[in-house]
Nanobody
Framework: QVQLVESGGGLVQTGGSLRLSCTASGRTLSRNAMGWFRQAPGKEREFVARVTWSLGNTYYGDSVKGRFTVSRDKDKNTVYLQMNSLKPEDTAVYYC?????????????WGQGTQVTVSS
């Protein structure tokens, strides 16, 4: 089992920045990838970013490329999402995810979600 606890959400103005954190506890994530998804009211959950735990390879959704950066701290068992140049359309609940494997698209574990609100 893996438990994921997010933090760092909040209210920010357009153009501002936030950093989300997700700390994992439980079994080792050495062969996994971690990622972030988001879900706005009335919309489907959307892929935001992922990072492979071992090599730190990163991947991004088209809507956040160039603005968001995903990273991980293996010593702290924590994955981060640095969000810059935020827009009102980034408003959503952001969920941390632990993938089944480094190359898998299946998510085995989800965090509880943290609200990000960008005011215009």
């Amino acid at each position: 089992q893996v438990q994921l606890v997010e933090s760092g959400g909040g209210l920010v103005q357009t153009g501002g920045s936030l950093r989300l954190s997700c700390t994992a506890s439980g079994r080792t994530l050495s062969r996994n990838a971690m990622g972030w998804f988001r879900q706005a009211p009335g919309k489907e959950r959307e892929f935001v970013a992922r990072v492979t735990w071992s090599l730190g390879n990163t991947y991004y959704g088209d809507s956040v490329k160039g603005r968001f950066t995903v990273s991980r701290d293996k010593d702290k068992n924590t994955v981060y999402l640095q969000m810059n140049s935020l827009k009102p359309e980034d408003t959503a609940v952001y969920y941390c995810a632990a993938y089944r494997g480094a190359l898998s698209s299946s998510v085995d574990y989800w965090g509880q979600g943290t609200q990000v609100t960008v005011s215009s």
